[in-house]
Nanobody, 123 residues
Framework: QVQLVESGGGLVQAGGSLRLSCAYS????????MGWFRQAPGKEREFVAA????????DYADSVKGRFTISRDNAKNTVYLQMNSLKPEDTAVYYC????????????????WGQGTQVTVSS
């Protein structure tokens, strides 16, 4: 049983930064690719970033490329999302997800999800 717990959300002004963390427990962390998704009010949940089990490969949504960085610390069973130059349109609930196997950007491929953490960016 995989469990994911996000933290680090909050209220920040436009142009500011936040770092989200996702603590993983359960099966071997190294077996899982990890991803971050977000859902804004009234919108569908969307892909943000994903990272391979080794951390050697990553993918980003075009809307966050150059501003967000996904990373993982396999010794701590934790994945991070560093968010810089935040914009009001980044406001959403951010979800961490785990996928057994290789890196993917498809939500349907992720089998375990956290409860989400709210990020609000004020203008």
């Amino acid at each position: 049983q995989v469990q994911l717990v996000e933290s680090g959300g909050g209220l920040v002004q436009a142009g500011g930064s936040l770092r989200l963390s996702c603590a993983y427990s359960g099966r071997t962390f190294l077996s899982y690719a990890m991803g971050w998704f977000r859902q804004a009010p009234g919108k569908e949940r969307e892909f943000v970033a994903a990272i391979s089990w080794s951390g050697g490969s990553s993918d980003y949504a075009d809307s966050v490329k150059g501003r967000f960085t996904i990373s993982r610390d396999n010794a701590k069973n934790t994945v991070y999302l560093q968010m810089n130059s935040l914009k009001p349109e980044d406001t959403a609930v951010y979800y961490c997800a785990a996928r057994f196997g290789r890196l993917t950007m498809s939500q349907a491929d992720f089998s375990a999800w956290g409860q989400g953490t709210q990020v609000t960016v004020s203008s």
